[in-house]
């Protein structure tokens, strides 16, 4: 099946850093999203975004289709930034998971 | 939040006791799905439902049996319970068509088995 892999595994960050997360994965998908769990185990929903770019505050995203990968920003970081971002795509099956980027963002 | 509560939210269990965990949603979504959460593993697929009675196997079922008898609910069942199954559960809907929708989590269930 497909493959998602996320880079880096781990990001440590000073407040009001600005950061990039990566998401490849391994043959083309029909949807992609990016979520955000928070320290308090929460899953939210960042974006939607099976190709193309969208932001929302000071988070955007793009995804690349035809070379397999998406890009999640972060700029001018803030602790509650802090937790593990999760990319998911579909093929033709449920969601497959990436293993996630943990990000901490220290005062 | 997508109308998705779960309960109980947290529970504590002995080796070898059955366990259910539910799922309701109040927007009528056609497709719910149970994931684990556990260190090193990320979120992985257990049962999911496309309708009422109609479920499939996901890539970690074994020990678990699910149902779905209204849209609404969608149970979750350690017939009986082993320590390996203590983890996270957390319950989806998806809203959407089957090609193009967007997944939503509950807020989990945090299972201990001693």
């Known amino acids: 099946g497909i493959q998602v892999e996320q880079s880096p595994p781990d990001l440590i960050l000073q407040e009001g850093a600005n950061s990039t997360l990566r998401c490849n994965f391994s043959?083309?998908?029909?949807?992609l999203q990016w979520f955000h769990q928070n320290p308090w185990g929460q899953l939210i929903n960042l974006f939607y975004i099976p190709s193309g770019t969208k932001q929302n505050g000071r988070l955007s995203a793009t995804t690349v289709a035809t070379e397999r990968y998406s890009l999640l920003y972060i700029s001018s970081s803030q602790t509650t930034d802090s937790g593990v971002y999760f990319c998911a795509v579909l093929e033709n099956t449920p969601l497959v998971f990436g293993k996630g980027t943990r990000l901490s963002v220290i005062a | 939040d997508a109308g998705i509560t779960q309960s109980p939210r947290h529970k504590v269990t002995e080796t070898g006791t059955p366990v259910t965990l539910r799922c309701h949603q109040t927007?009528?979504?056609?497709?719910m799905y149970w994931y684990r959460q556990d260190p090193g593993h990320g979120l992985r697929l257990i049962h999911y439902?496309?309708?009422?009675?109609?479920?499939d196997k996901g890539e970690v079922s074994d020990g678990y049996s699910v149902s779905r008898s209204k849209t609404e609910d969608f149970l979750l069942t350690l017939e009986s319970a082993t320590s390996s199954q203590t983890s996270v559960y957390f319950c989806?809907?998806?809203?959407?068509?089957?090609?193009?929708?967007?997944?939503?989590f509950g807020p989990g269930t945090r299972l201990t088995v001693t």
């Open positions: 989806a809907i998806t809203e959407g068509t089957d090609l193009s929708y967007e997944q939503y």
């Open positions: 927007e009528n979504h056609r497709y």
């Open positions: 439902s496309y309708g009422v009675k109609d479920t």
């Open positions: 043959d083309s998908v029909n949807n």
